[in-house]
């Protein structure tokens, strides 16, 4: 079977996924089922068919597995969504629609990667640039203390999505050219010429605690880098002077940054009295849910979101549902297993772009394919941990699964970025008699 057939056969699936899940949420919400059900099913079928063509006639030799389980968590995350709230599930829908467009458009626009390399400095200053719009009087704005996301008109918009992608090209270029030196120089003699990147990641990760206080961001930037870092030298070295740089920056400001000190102790302590019912009524809720799901979970549509109180108004039980622990609202529903299940498709996903890294022919399609499956890993790990409590609780959202427009259009341009990579990397391989 070729590689476009596997991906189409890897589709359908996705397909019935979307129409049982529909079918599981609106059973307990009435009996109508029938034809809604299977429009949502056909929507998504056109628009994952639609895709494939676009991939077959322009990206033939792409991975086959990545754009199905890409799909697969996007399903997932409709019905979820809509489960929560269905108006929020129709704009998903349609920032899915200008995602795929999006995703095409990188495709279309951006014929061959590799030139990126030439304005890596420009994508690095266009980088940090977005990461300080939240900050800007007019347009950002805190929320839950943190500055994540930009206001124009209606849209809110969250500048940290993108930076990560334009972060990760610019370490791919930069250690791609400078590897050699790093790989036979000591530490104490490598030259702060090339040590630069470890020193600016680094203030920039301490900077986003301080500035824009996003404690998820700074772990998820400087996580990527620690990895490309690693893929580029093979030096566990550099990884453990790095992680002692982040942890020891960690801990002053912990004691040091009021906000972050606030973060830390609702981690430490979410059932302290004073703390429950105010600042850590999120984390202790969300716990509270995963432990009511169980091992099977209660089921679609039956996890208890909000409570009806006196005069018709309602009282939130769960905050965010919708965003940050959309993961507590799938453990309550579907159980430990459902949730690990999740996780297995997004290690999948993961793996399938490190093997791209692996099969790549040149330096920079190396370290840009092993650089964007590191974030991606990294994002689930900073969302997942911080509901289930391993690290604090940030607005970093569950990629292609949580509620967001810019979240779901840079992972779709993450998407393409490695299809891109593969199909260069599988084309050479094919020519030179290789299995892939």
């Known amino acids: 079977m070729s590689a476009r057939s596997r991906e189409l056969f890897g589709l359908l699936p996705v397909t019935l996924l979307v129409t049982a899940g529909f079918t ?42 990545l754009f199905p389980l890409g799909a697969l968590l996007a399903a997932f995350g409709l019905v979820m969504i809509y489960r929560i709230d269905p108006k929020l599930a129709r704009q998903q829908a349609e920032w899915f629609v200008v995602g795929l467009v999006l995703f095409c458009a990188t495709i279309v626009f951006l014929r061959d990667y590799r030139v990126l390399e030439r304005y890596r400095y420009t994508i690095a200053l266009a980088s940090i640039g977005l990461l300080l719009l939240p900050r800007v009087p007019g347009i950002g704005g805190a929320t839950n203390g943190a500055y994540l996301a930009i206001h124009v008109g209606s849209l809110q918009f969250q500048p940290a999505e993108f930076a990560k992608i334009g972060i990760v090209i610019f370490l791919a270029s930069y250690l791609r050219e400078t590897r050699d030196v790093l790989v036979r120089g000591r530490i104490p003699r490598i030259s702060l010429k090339h040590f630069g990147p470890l020193l600016l990641v680094w203030g920039l990760a301490m900077l986003m605690l301080i500035f ?98 006196a005069g018709g108004h309602t009282v939130t039980i769960l905050p965010a549902a919708h965003t940050d622990t959309i993961y507590a609202v799938i453990t309550n529903e579907l159980g430990l297993f459902g949730a690990a299940a999740l996780i297995l498709v997004y ?12 099969m790549a022919h040149d330096g920079f399609s190396k370290l840009l394919a092993a650089g964007l499956a590191s974030v991606v890993a990294l994002q689930v790990f900073v969302i997942v941990g911080g509901v289930t409590r391993v690290i604090p609780l940030t607005g970093v959202t569950l990629p292609l699964v949580s509620y967001g427009g810019s979240s779901i259009l840079a992972n779709f341009v993450v998407l393409a970025l490695l299809l891109m990579i593969s199909n260069e990397a599988r084309r050479v391989h094919t020519e030179r008699g290789g299995v892939v």
């Open 212 to 309: 824009i206080r996003d404690l998820g961001s700074s772990i998820m930037f400087f996580g990527a880098f620690l990895a490309i870092l690693y893929v580029a030298t093979g030096r566990i070295s550099f990884i453990v002077v790095g992680l002692a740089m982040f942890v020891l920056g960690a801990i002053f400001f912990a004691n040091h940054v009021p906000h972050v000190h606030e973060r830390v102790q609702i981690w430490l302590h979410p059932f302290r009295p004073d703390l429950v019912e105010s600042s850590g009524y999120q984390i202790a809720q969300a716990l509270f849910a995963q432990a009511d799901g169980g091992l099977f979970g209660r089921g679609f549509g039956l996890s208890l979101l909000q409570l009806p109180v």
């Open 24 to 65: 599981a949420v609106l059973i307990t919400r009435s009996s109508q089922t029938g034809k809604v059900t299977i429009t949502y099913g056909l929507f998504f079928l056109g628009c994952c068919l639609f895709a494939h063509i676009f991939i077959r006639a322009r990206l033939p030799n792409a991975d086959p597995y």
């Open 347 to 358: 290690l999948l996903f993961v793996a399938r772009g490190f093997k791209t890294a692996l």
